[in-house]
C-alpha cells in the first residue's frame, strides 16, 4: 500500500506539478531581458505577433499590457499561469511557467508597448 502511494505521489509531482515546486526549479530573473529570451524559448511568435514580429495564429500581442480593461494584467497573467483555466477551448498550450516567468514575460511585453 505505501508502495501504491508513493507512485502515485511521484506521479503527481512529475505529471501536474505544483505551484512551489515550478516556482523553485524554473525560477528565473523576471526582467524584460530574461522575458525576451523566454519569448524565443517557448515559440511565442510561432502563433503571436510580439513587437512587430512573428505570426497571427493567434491573438497579436502588441499593445496588450496598454489595455485599459486590465491595468494591473490579471488577464495576461491568468492566460500564461493556465490559458485553459481562462478559456477551456483555447488552443494555447500550458507551458508550467513558473511566476517569475509569467513576470518577465510581462515585463518584455510592456517594455516592448512603452517603446512602440
Avoid at 511568435?45 to 485599459?68: F, M, N, Q, W, Y
Wanted: net charge negative; with cysteine; charged share 20%.
Amino acid at each position: 500500500m505505501i508502495g501504491i502511494l508513493a507512485v502515485l505521489v511521484v506521479a503527481w509531482f512529475v505529471l501536474a506539478p505544483p505551484r512551489f515546486w515550478l516556482n523553485m526549479t524554473k525560477a528565473v530573473t523576471p526582467d524584460a531581458t530574461t522575458g525576451a529570451q523566454l519569448v524565443e524559448q517557448y515559440e511565442c511568435r510561432a502563433c503571436h505577433r510580439i513587437a512587430g514580429e512573428g505570426a497571427l495564429k493567434a491573438p497579436s500581442l502588441d499593445g496588450v499590457t496598454l489595455r485599459s480593461d486590465d491595468p494591473v494584467h490579471v488577464t495576461l497573467r491568468l492566460w500564461l499561469r493556465d490559458p485553459r483555466a481562462v478559456k477551456g477551448d483555447t488552443a494555447m498550450p500550458n507551458f508550467r511557467l513558473s511566476d517569475s516567468e509569467i513576470e518577465a514575460i510581462l515585463a518584455y511585453l510592456i517594455e516592448s508597448d512603452q517603446s512602440r
